[in-house]
């Protein structure tokens, strides 16, 4: 296949056909809150979200960008040697903050020599013309990648996890970022309360004719502490097992575009957290268990695509 062994467009193909070798990401926490949190859009945040505001895995805010670069690289060095990263801020929303304070931190990252590219995780609603104009001129130092939090184009799903902003303000950020440059990455959540397989798929066609450069697919994990889980123990609603969310992906997978590039297709939430689904834990068994999947139907990225 012309992405390797995979049968898809992996991010490991992208960074080793684009830099000659294989980039790991370093997530780091930038010390910000959302306005989903702090009371300009809600004060609960996302239903799904941890406490950690999806940063489960970041580094500690108490850390300079210097600092928690260093910790993440000691950690991920004693496995092999490793020359390249990704600095990931992943916590909160990372473009909530004065532009003064984005311009500090994401330069102290991208001013480390062994960071070749910035990741930014953030909100549609949160780009204004400066943070724009920042975000323009870092792309001309280091690629800027940008990541944006989309999980559905359905209003009442959106409504439902507490998303705090319209399809149109996704599409407006979407059409902003690129005439800055920047390269734009969306997470969607596959499985959300009461979403048909059908429903997922209209996200996915929606992005399909958005000028976005990189698709993230995770399945719904219900985290302790979180109004998801105390939905789900007041009304359970369907969540699938491994086969039923392969099937979904081989289904997403084929109706792909060919140049997007696949961030994620599962996740491992924390597991002193996860309440379900449980199985999700073991990543490497859902990955080699969708790649025999992909190869026994002979199925791949674009193969389904009509665009």
């Known amino acids: 296949m ?15 056909h684009t830099f000659g070798e294989k ?8 010390g910000m809150t959302c306005p989903n ?21 970041a580094g500690d805010a108490s850390l300079s960008v210097t600092e928690q670069l260093a910790r993440g690289k000691a950690e991920l060095q004693k496995k092999r040697p490793i020359r390249s990263y990704i600095a990931y801020f992943q916590a909160f929303t990372n473009t909530y903050a004065p532009v003064e304070y984005l311009e500090k931190i994401f330069t102290e990252a991208i001013s480390d020599p062994d960071v070749r590219i910035l990741s ?21 130092i280091k690629p800027v990648w940008v990541e944006l939090g989309l999980q559905t184009i359905h209003p009442r799903t959106a409504e439902l996890i507490r998303r705090g902003y319209p399809l149109k303000t996704f599409d407006q950020a979407v059409k902003d970022l690129r005439a800055a440059g920047i390269t734009v990455i969306v997470h969607v959540i596959l499985f959300l309360p009461g979403e048909t397989e059908e429903m997922m798929l209209q996200t996915l066609e929606h992005l399909n004719r958005a000028d976005i450069q990189g698709i993230k697919l995770q399945l719904l994990h219900i985290l ?7 939905l789900y123990e007041a009304e359970p609603f369907h969540v699938p097992d491994m086969d039923e969310y ?30 379900a689904p449980m199985w999700t834990g073991a990543k490497r068994t859902v990955l080699n268990n969708l790649h025999g999947y992909l190869k026994e139907n002979d199925l791949w990225q674009g193969k389904e695509y009509h665009g």
């Open 2 to 16: 012309r992405w390797g062994e995979k049968r898809y467009h992996s991010l490991d193909w992208e960074l080793k």
């Open 23 to 30: 980039i790991y990401k370093i997530t780091l926490n930038g």
């Open 37 to 57: 949190r702090d009371g300009r859009t809600g004060t609960g945040g996302c239903i799904f979200c941890s406490a950690s505001g999806s940063g489960d895995f």
């Open 120 to 140: 930014i995780a953030t909100r549609p609603d949160c780009l204004g013309q400066d943070v724009l104009e920042l975000l323009a001129r870092l792309n001309r």
């Open 224 to 230: 302790k502490g979180t109004d998801l889980a105390r």
């Open 246 to 275: 392969i099937r979904l992906l081989g289904r997403c997978i084929c109706m792909l575009r060919p140049d997007l590039v696949i961030h994620r297709l599962t996740g491992d939430g924390p597991k002193d957290l996860l309440t």
